[in-house]
């Protein structure tokens, strides 16, 4: 079965906060070097977007059930512009705390993608075009990183770090104009006003619903990949590899191998077969990637080669358990709109987590990249082996 062009269409909004978040990487280093920083207030940067990014989680549900799922993401895609604006005021000002402020603004507005757009794939299309639409939606997420970080790279390394906000404006505009093309799902005779009470009642009743939860963690451990890998790379590379900003962009385009397979092979895994088996795989792959990767660490093997084929394998194992965890997770309760945003506030919330404590951790930043990783694999493995044994019945996920 192939995509349709709809779904397709879609799946260029849902990586939106992601595409922001991984252009500016390549120039950690030098931020850290012209702001004069130190490790964990580098990690800010990265921090203080999933902050951001989180709690727009919640916000665009309800706002998705009062104005529409299409003029919610349009107004997160203005505010989206207008963080990269506070943030070119807090590089001409050379001000960190204005940059932090910007990226901050722009995480609460992109958020908006990927709210909308789990609603519209699950309104807008049929169940089998959502389910492929899941399994590719990492397909999206692997174009969009790949050439953020390739031409936030070349940008650094050519021009300045400075102009990557310049590439982040045009992307953000394109996506405003094409929004033009999206159906709206959300009849007017359906729209709900905005109650602080039912808004609460509402989220209640999602954070109470334990298979939406287990479901969410399990799921969380792409963007927990995605954006420690981020962060942490960027200055693995620098001071562990000995590469600049442009190689690493460069060398970095092998991951998106990874994450392609990972799309390709969860569409099939859970067309031909089920979404129990596709996370099963996606567990089994990624013990094996946290395995290899441990030995590189222990061996101080200083390869480029070795380090990014192994992210790329741990980006295909994760992007199994992105496809079939969310699918779960945004059909857990009769709200998706509710359920989306839950979904992704536990997602990115862990993510965010992640990256904190990985910037504190009194080790390198590859040890403290993989330890963070290899304990939420621990976490999620148990939550698999609770919701397989029947605590939270899997079977009526959907």
């Known amino acids: 079965m192939r995509l349709s062009k709809q779904g397709f269409l879609l799946l260029n909004y849902i990586s939106v906060a992601s595409f922001s978040s991984a252009a500016i990487t390549?120039?950690?280093?030098?931020?850290?070097?012209d702001y004069q920083l130190g490790h964990g207030a580098l990690e800010w940067v990265v921090t203080?977007?999933?902050l951001g990014y989180m709690f727009g989680q919640l916000i665009y549900g309800p706002i998705a059930n009062r104005i529409g799922r299409l003029a919610t993401l349009r107004t997160g895609l203005c505010i989206n512009l207008v963080g990269i604006a506070v943030c070119v005021a807090g590089f001409l000002a050379h001000s960190y705390g204005l940059l932090l402020f910007g990226r901050l603004v722009t995480a609460l507005g992109a958020s908006a993608g990927l709210v909308c757009t789990f609603i519209l794939i699950n309104e807008s299309l049929?169940?089998?075009q959502a389910k492929l639409a899941m399994s590719y939606a990492i397909v999206s997420f692997t174009i969009g990183i790949g050439a953020a970080i390739f031409v936030g790279g070349l940008l650094v390394q050519y021009l300045g770090w400075q102009y990557c906000f310049a590439f982040l404006a045009l992307h953000g505009i394109a996506l405003l104009g094409?929004?033009?093309?999206?159906?709206?799902t959300l009849a007017p005779a359906q729209r709900r006003p905005l109650s602080v009470h039912s808004i609460l009642q509402q989220y209640v009743n999602g954070f109470?619903?334990?298979?939406?939860?287990?479901?969410?963690?399990?799921?969380?451990?792409?963007a927990v990949f995605s954006y420690t890998y981020?962060?942490?790379?960027?200055?693995?590379?620098?001071?562990?590899l000995g590469l600049a900003p442009s190689a690493y962009g460069t060398w970095n385009i092998i991951t998106m191998v990874g994450m392609l397979s990972g799309g390709l092979l969860a569409a099939r895994l859970m067309h031909k077969h089920s979404a129990e088996m596709t996370i099963a795989t996606g567990f089994g792959l990624l013990l094996i990637g946290m395995a290899l990767f441990i030995l590189l660490l222990l061996s101080h093997t200083q390869l480029p080669l070795l380090f990014f084929i192994l992210s790329a394998f741990i980006y295909l194992a994760t992007s199994l358990l992105f496809a079939a965890a969310g699918y779960f997770a945004s059909n857990a309760i009769a709200d998706r709109a509710n359920a989306s945003g839950v979904m992704n506030f536990i997602n990115i919330g862990v993510a965010g987590a992640a990256v904190a404590v990985m910037g504190y951790l009194p080790f390198s930043a590859f040890a403290a990249f993989i330890a963070v990783l290899a304990g939420l694999t621990m976490l999620d493995l148990v939550l698999w082996l609770i919701l397989r044994r029947g605590k939270v019945p899997v079977a009526n996920a959907v």
């Not at 094409?178 to 709206?184: I, Q, R």
């Not at 109470?208 to 792409?222: D, M, W």
């Open 26 to 33: 390549p120039a950690l280093p030098q931020i850290a070097t």
């Open 48 to 50: 203080i977007f999933l």
């Open 126 to 128: 049929s169940q089998e």
């Open 178 to 184: 094409f929004s033009k093309c999206l159906p709206e």
């Open 208 to 222: 109470k619903a334990p298979r939406l939860i287990g479901f969410a963690v399990i799921y969380s451990i792409s």
């Open 230 to 240: 981020t962060a942490a790379a960027p200055m693995i590379a620098n001071h562990y």
